[in-house]
């Protein structure tokens, strides 16, 4: 398959998805008495609140149309109710069909693992757009894992999250952790669709976990700007974290991805106790 054609796959899957997630009352629709066999908007109701023709909102789920403007985008992000992270990934895939994205190369410049090391006091890591782990520091390690002890091909974290059980363990929640990180790997596909190291992911843990299938399907994005997770350290005991993430330079298939605890908090004293423990030569990584 194409370049071009696995985008238009990727971008018609993605609209028939949320189409689906659409409640027709909460867009203005009236109930017309008729029978829906499936969830959400049908596609002439779509057509209609994004001004398009029917034929053409068929065309685009069918993955038949190369070139959408920026504007039919537009309008189909506001009648889906897209959230701002799913509007720039429909704008995104489409953007991918019509002309390739060159892939980057995923190495670490020594500024950026400088940059890493620097972070002495919060666990860092280097994030690629598969979520491949491509750097990190000294707490980033003792966290999660020794990541130089995992072999290169093996070293992504969504991978880890379903094939590892002693990362599984790490999170409390960890159902929630990954479906999240299944939106964000989802959220990579824009850059490239047709990226085969992301294809090869998809396909083994597609073929491993019933739950990584489920996910997938939905079709769900999100982007890795901020939020919070709770480990259970099997050394620091239970803390909970805020993260956000860090674009570097002008890369944007590398992410700087950081923990961090406000001070006095408990989960600040778990990171200090964390950062003096992973210092001693007796450590064992978890």
Known sequence: MSQRNASNTTLGDFLRACRARVNPGDVGLQD???????????????????????DYVVRLEQGRTVHVSTAVLESLARALRLRPDERAYLLRVAAAGAAPLASA?????PQTQA????????????????????GWNALGAALLTDFSAVPEPQRNLVRMAFLDPAFRELYVDWRTVARECVAYLRM??????????????VKELAD?????????SDHRVRTRAAGEKTFRHP???????????LVVGDDPDQTVFVYTA???TPAHEALRFLATWSASPAAARP
């Open 115 to 134: 940059l890493l090391d620097g972070l002495q006091e919060y666990p860092a890591l280097l994030l690629s757009h598969r979520l491949d782990v491509l």
């Open 235 to 245: 050394v620091a005991g239970t803390m909970t974290l805020d993260f956000q993430s």
């Open 188 to 201: 990579g596909t824009a850059r490239d669709p047709q990226d085969p190291r992301l294809g090869a992911l």
């Open 105 to 109: 190369p995923g190495r670490i410049r």
């Open 208 to 216: 491993a976990d019933a739950d990584f299938r489920r996910w997938w």
């Open 262 to 264: 406000q001070p006095g």
């Open 32 to 54: 017309d008495g008729r029978h829906r066999r499936v969830p959400g908007l049908r596609r002439e109701e779509l057509a209609q609140l994004a001004n398009v023709s029917v």
